[in-house]
């Protein structure tokens, strides 16, 4: 496991360096991907792997990564999905045990991921599980993709990451690597929007704002900023 004592000291160091202004701008996140055992924790199914990358004024100044041994065998292909075995869960930490740690990873910040749907539903059972919560918002890198690159062939992490030739191990369906690949997607999202619109403070309420302005209004949403 990556995330150890030093880190959260790190964390809360940079938690407490953002005043609570700070937290409403899109560029103070904290971007998450998880593996798990299937689509819904409503079937039952439970979180394997947390990656994390915590972005403050635009830079990446913080990771988090477990595995995390979910109490029940992983089928076939989900080995073969993720590479994450049941050898490598067996001694992992427990979810309840990871998820504590990474509420306090993520403190105030508001929250990113791509396909964000299925990361939060993952994040609100786990956190459920030990009785945790978090504070910030969420927003969904894919949504924001289908508004402001309606050239791209889909909407996909991988094609947008080469579409827009992003930094990439090469490495995908493992959480630290594809929680990376979002944050650099997102701060390129950033970019874009800002060359839009110079002179505003992008909000996590803009951006989220903006994900949902049908295609046809987009320039006129910015416009409006």
Request: aromatic letters at 8%; glycine letters at 4%.
């Amino acid at each position: 496991m990556i995330y150890l004592a030093k880190y959260l000291a790190r964390s809360v160091l940079v938690n407490k360096m953002l005043v609570n202004g700070d937290m409403a701008l899109a560029h103070n996140v904290v971007v998450l991907d998880f593996e798990t055992t299937g689509l819904s924790p409503d079937n039952g199914d439970r979180a394997i792997e947390i990656g994390a990358v915590k972005i403050v004024n635009g830079e990446m100044v913080d990771t988090f990564q477990s595995l995390m041994n979910p109490g029940k065998k992983v089928n076939t292909f989900i080995e073969q999905y993720t590479g994450i075995s049941n050898a490598m869960l067996r001694d992992a930490p427990s979810c309840q045990i990871v998820m504590n740690q990474f509420a306090d990873f993520i403190g105030d910040f508001s929250l990113v991921a791509h396909n964000a749907s299925f990361d939060k539903k993952f994040l609100d059972a786990e956190l459920d599980y030990c009785q945790r919560d978090y504070k910030g918002q969420f927003a969904c890198s894919l949504l924001l993709s289908r508004r402001i690159s309606l050239d791209a062939p889909n909407h996909k992490l991988a094609t947008l990451v080469t579409y827009h030739q992003l930094p990439t191990e090469g490495l995908f369906h493992r959480a630290l690597a594809d929680a990376t690949m979002t944050a650099h997607l997102w701060l390129y999202q950033l970019a874009l929007i800002q060359q839009q619109a110079p002179h505003v403070e992008l909000t996590f309420d803009i951006i989220n704002r903006l994900s949902r302005v049908p295609k046809a209004k987009i320039n006129q949403y910015l416009a409006s900023l």
